[in-house]
């Protein structure tokens, strides 16, 4: 009869492809600022990931960040 494919490979699963979508980089990004990143999306991003997407989403991610702080605090004080 044949092999019987694994469920991600039988119905296309969009994370079997080439590089990392948009919402995936975001999702890592905010992860790993935070420090909960799993090693299952670590071990993704370095395999599929490419360094020019997650150093522009980091750097966004820190003035966003950092505007946030600024904004509170500006707001208390």
Request: proline share 4%; aromatic share 8%; hydrophobic share 50%.
């Given at each position: 009869?044949?092999?019987?494919?694994?469920?991600?490979?039988?119905?296309?699963?969009?994370?079997?492809?080439?590089?990392?979508?948009?919402?995936?980089?975001?999702g890592?990004?905010?992860?790993?600022?935070?420090?909960?990143?799993?090693r299952?999306?670590?071990?993704?991003?370095?395999?599929?990931?490419?360094?020019?997407?997650?150093?522009?989403?980091?750097?966004?991610?820190?003035?966003?960040?950092?505007?946030?702080?600024?904004?509170?605090v500006?707001?208390?004080?």
């Amino acid at each position: 009869m044949g092999q019987l494919a694994t469920p991600s490979k039988a119905h296309g699963n969009p994370e079997d492809k080439g590089s990392l979508s948009l919402i995936q980089v975001v999702g890592s990004v905010f992860a790993a600022g935070f420090g909960v990143q799993s090693r299952e999306n670590k071990l993704r991003d370095f395999s599929r990931g490419k360094p020019l997407h997650f150093i522009i989403a980091g750097l966004l991610f820190t003035v966003l960040f950092v505007a946030t702080l600024v904004t509170v605090v500006n707001l208390v004080i």
